[in-house]
């Protein structure tokens, strides 16, 4: 297509002819052979040269427009092209300045005003990019209003979040998403009132209670006009329930510490007030005294145990354990009791198997266990430990004859404290923390630790442990 320039060239070249033409005719009219008795044959001849010069004329002019064409027009066409390219955002379009017709400041201007709106626009991409990766991994629902009320984003943690998705939210104003009546209020009083409100809200999604810290903030554009608002929603369900467990961790301990410790004390006076006066009364007094601060030490020393494993830099000492050898030397040491209880054991232990663990950590759980099996059993009764693996992993099991423990309570048996008869649990000494320990110490070898019992016919602890610690 033939650009505005090129008509205009071609345009010029004709009238410029068509020009000269005019002034070969007038220019004629003052020639006597125009009069009536001229020759004919030098008005011919004057005619033929005259129609001659046109042509010589419009050619020439043709071969100056088209000259002027290729030197002038044609870059402005390009340019024209470029530009039209540019302002429809094709920044990487550019003019070739290393041609020498277009080789002028022009064309240089063009490109560099090309190559900056490229270089803005690629900015703007990343910024864009960097804001959606921003909004999409804060790992906080987020939710914003424009000028006009109206939800204008929202990311996937929101829509996941509240169950929602985008054609629902996007559009509306915060009344109708159908957000919880607390956040509800909270939007609509940073709406109001223009300043940054935080709040602790509960909700109760699908029948969960969940509790999250909502932040309402109004978003101010850079002269200070009010551009909107947002809302950050981050699920502090996992924190309120880890402050739960602490405070009942802390309960807990304080009332384990001081059931020993009124007993000593009220012992202590009652013998000070003159029952040390008799002998038999101040024996059975110092048995109960020195009972109560063994299972004081008892307590306190499970308890630095435990948080001695969970601080950081806890590590356990591999090596190659023999699993029989190690099951035996448990044994050992629960075999006093045992007796005690006239109980029987049963050790099905594959020869030669070896794994990769803390042999003194491994003892420790084997012993809680079969301390447990002996506890929490009538006398004359079995325990039988069995060992089976395969490449990977060996799974150690100890089953009992013993009370049972009801399914209801089976979820809750490896938290600290928890027994589910107190008052046995604490004749027999226990501090109720035995089984969490027995799964901080599987856990950090790799493993972990399943049960499974019947009320009145007995337990069944299984160990489950890697062969090969992977480091
Ligand atoms: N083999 C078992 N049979 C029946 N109940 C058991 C058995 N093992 C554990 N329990 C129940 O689980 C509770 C928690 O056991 P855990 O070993 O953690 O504490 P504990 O035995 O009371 O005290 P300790 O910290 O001295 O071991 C026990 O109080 C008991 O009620
Ligand atoms: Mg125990």
Known sequence: MKSLYSRLVIACAILLSVL????????????PLFSENSNLILQRQYWFFLIL??????????????????????????MTKITSRIAHGDYLARIQTSESEYDNDLAKGINKIASN???????????????KTLIESMGSGLLMFGRGGTVNL????????FGLSENEVVGKTFKDIGLPIAIENLIEDVFMTEQVRAEQVRIDISDHPSYMSVHGAPVIGRHGNWLGIVVVIHDITELIRLEEVRKDFVANVSHELRTPITSIKGFTETLLDGAMHEPAIMKEFLGIIQKES????????????????EREGFSLMYSPVNVKDMI?????????????KKMNIVAEIPEGLIIDADADRLM?????????????????????VAVTHDMNEAVITIRDQGIGIEQSELPRLFERFYRVDRARSRDSGGTGLGLAIVKHLVEI???????????????????????????
């Open 20 to 31: 000269l033409t005019g002034l070969g005719i007038v220019l004629g009219q003052f020639f």
């Open 53 to 78: 010069t046109l042509v010589i004329a419009f050619v020439l002019s043709l071969l100056i427009a088209t000259r002027m064409m290729i030197q002038y027009a044609r870059p402005i066409d390009e």
């Open 117 to 131: 709106l490229q270089e803005m626009s690629t900015m703007q991409i990343m910024e864009k990019e960097r804001l």
């Open 154 to 161: 929202l990311n996937e943690v929101f829509k996941t979040t």
């Open 294 to 309: 063994d299972r004081l030490h008892l307590l306190i020393d499970d308890l630095l145990e435990l948080s001695g494993m």
């Open 328 to 340: 035996g030397d448990a044994m050992d040491v629960v075999s006093r009791s045992m007796e005690r």
């Open 364 to 384: 420790q759980v084997m012993v809680n266990l079969l301390s447990n099996a002996i506890n929490y059993s009538k006398e004359e009764t079995t325990v039988t």
């Open 445 to 471: 070898h790799g493993g972990c630790v399943e049960v499974d019992s019947t009320i009145g016919v007995g337990t069944t602890f299984c160990v489950h442990l890697p062969i090969l610690h992977n480091k």
